[in-house]
């Protein structure tokens, strides 16, 4: 199998990384390996080709929203899109994740050689506020937000869009993303910490289930989030105890909603709460690295408390 990541970023690279001949993979063992060349990697700038290539992995510089650069790179068998809109708003959202990702369909759909598989990597934002319920790949989407509404409308095209061009595609639905440089102790040890709860999945894991979903039968929609979502209040107190520190101090949404400086895009995501379940994802088969927060998060604390 050949595959091509579009918008090589922070997932995609461990994605490479797993095409390695040295990997110790993670996972259930009918997993196919994908082996090294396996892997193209696509970003824009020079910097991200460097950091592709560091992984073993083929690199090729294009824009996803660009249907001429995207003649660079080969034919495949399966695309990941997993691009990025740098954290800006609703619009730049669209230009890549709506308008970036049906050009990219059309220009693959269109070769002689068109992949069979599409995987999209999407938030779990777009289910919206459940009051602290459950949710899993059954719950409707309601998103609450301009930017989770444009993420659920590219959710939409990586199905309907890609199967029109003759490509199954699948939606894989991250929770919050944490791993090496994205561990951010700080804000949870300096506090103040807002309640509410906390859905996580480590990047290792965020990659191996992309992995497991090119290479096993899924569903079109699989969320990749840990097995426990955790109340932020009481993260924040292991993870104190953990690097011996003192309590952060806490505070209500009320509080938190009272701060003038707040934006309504910010108030809204205060205010969605909800728990996900991965019980999917593990009747299908795949076997977490880190299950829970207190195994993804030993490397950053052993870390802190040697620099102490």
Not at 33 to 41: A, F, K, N, R, W
Not at 105 to 110: E, K, L, N, Q, S
Not at 113 to 138: A, C, F, K, M, R
Not at 208 to 231: K, M, N
Request: charged share 30%; proline share 5%.
């Amino acid at each position: 199998m050949r595959v091509a990541v579009l918008g090589c970023g922070y997932v995609g690279l461990e994605l490479c990384r797993r095409a390695s001949p040295g990997f110790q993979r993670h996972g259930v063992p009918r997993c196919r390996q994908l082996t090294d060349h396996d892997v193209i990697g696509v970003r824009r700038s020079e910097q991200g080709l460097e950091a592709i290539e560091a992984t073993g992995a083929g690199a090729v510089r294009a824009d996803v929203t660009d249907p001429d650069a995207l003649a660079s790179v080969p034919d495949v068998d399966a695309l990941v899109f997993s691009a990025s809109s740098g954290g800006r708003g609703a619009d730049a959202a669209r230009a890549v994740y709506v308008e970036g990702l049906e050009t990219a369909i059309d220009h693959f759909g269109a070769r002689e050689n068109p992949p069979e598989q599409l995987i999209y990597t999407s938030s779990t934002g777009v289910y919206g506020d459940h009051d602290g319920g459950w949710v899993d790949e059954t719950t409707p989407v309601e998103p609450t937000t301009e930017k989770t509404r444009v993420l659920a409308e590219a959710e939409r095209i990586a199905r309907e869009h890609a199967a029109e061009r003759g490509i199954e595609g699948t939606v894989v639905r991250f929770a919050g993303l944490y791993g090496p440089d994205r561990y951010r102790l700080d804000r949870y040890l300096d506090g103040p910490v807002t309640e509410g709860y906390l859905n996580m999945i480590h990047r290792d894991d965020a990659a191996g289930i992309v992995r497991f979903a090119l290479t096993e039968e899924t569903p079109d929609t699989l969320l990749a989030v840990d097995d426990e979502p955790v109340d932020k209040w009481e993260f924040a107190s292991w993870l104190a105890d953990q690097c011996g520190v003192e309590q952060p101090s806490t505070r209500t949404k009320d509080e938190r909603l009272a701060d003038a400086d707040l934006s309504t895009p910010a108030k809204r995501r205060i205010l969605t709460s909800k728990r996900c379940s991965n019980e999917w994802v593990r009747e299908l088969g795949y076997d977490f690295a880190y299950p829970t927060y207190r195994e993804g998060y030993q490397d950053a604390i052993e870390r802190y408390r040697n620099e102490d």
